[in-house]
T-cell receptor
Framework: DVKVTQSSRYLVKRTGEKVFLECVQDMDHENMFWYRQDPGLGLRLIYF???????EKGDIPEGYSVSREKKERFSLILESASTNQTSMYLC?????????????FGPGTRLTVT | DQQVKQNSPSLSVQEGRISILNCDYT??????FLWYKKYPAEGPTFLIS?????DKNEDGRFTVFLNKSAKHLSLHIVPSQPGDSAVYFCAASAFQGTYKYIFGTGTRLKVLA
């Protein structure tokens, strides 16, 4: 079974703090993704990575950066947290050679910025 | 601009009846579609997919229909069960060297016992 784990289920941070969200997958997947989920807006892609040290911006990258130093780990960084970054953050991974290209998701991190 | 739309935020269905969840898209380059199910406090899990070369794909109680001319897909659940109560997301992708999916806003299904 593919397992995608996220470092925290719940996180509370103050405005202006630097925040790190960690994601680890154990299935040797090349592709990894960070989304945020907000009511009425669905899942929106922040960044994705298709290889170590490779990254591409998604649809809403502003205010975020990412790091992928190892294949199994993909980190999302909020350089200076703001209240509008309060959200559910979901990490996912996929294998580009699988026919279905389905993405496997972690359980999510609910981040509150006060 | 929302390229993938799920216009019904919620749906209630009696146990044993059919649930029909709808999804519309605007980008004619989309050629692969997926449905995910999400329970509260869990990540989405893959349910069923369909390629644009097909118009129907079936997996047990779940069937996805694709109408390319209308840019519309639907997920049918028959018979619906209380355990199907969740938020359902459709997602679409155009595989042109990227691995991105565009997700819809989700439909919350409630199956009433």
């Amino acid at each position: 079974d593919v397992k995608v784990t996220q470092s925290s289920r719940y996180l509370v941070k103050r405005t202006g703090e630097k925040v790190f969200l960690e994601c680890v997958q154990d299935m040797d997947h090349e592709n990894m993704f960070w989304y945020r989920q907000d009511p009425g807006l669905g899942l929106r892609l922040i960044y994705f990575s298709y290889d170590v040290k490779m990254k591409e911006k998604g649809d809403i990258p502003e205010g975020y950066s990412v790091s992928r130093e190892k294949k199994e780990r993909f980190s999302l960084i909020l350089e200076s947290a703001s209240t509008n970054q309060t959200s559910m953050y979901l990490c996912a991974s996929s294998h580009p050679r699988l026919a279905v290209y389905e993405q496997y998701f972690g359980p999510g991190t609910r981040l509150t910025v006060t | 601009d929302q390229q993938v739309k799920q216009n019904s935020p919620s749906l209630s269905v009696q146990e044993g009846r059919i649930s029909i969840l709808n999804c519309d898209y605007t980008n004619s380059m989309f050629d692969y579609f997926l449905w995910y199910k999400k329970y509260p406090a869990e990540g989405p899990t893959f349910l069923i997919s369909i390629s644009s070369i097909k118009d129907k794909n079936e997996d047990g109680r779940f069937t996805v229909f694709l109408n390319k001319s209308a840019k519309h897909l639907s997920l049918h659940i028959v018979p619906s069960q209380p355990g199907d109560s969740a938020v359902y997301f459709c997602a679409a992708s155009a595989f042109q060297g990227t691995y991105k999916y565009i997700f819809g806003t989700g439909t919350r299904l409630k199956v009433l016992a």
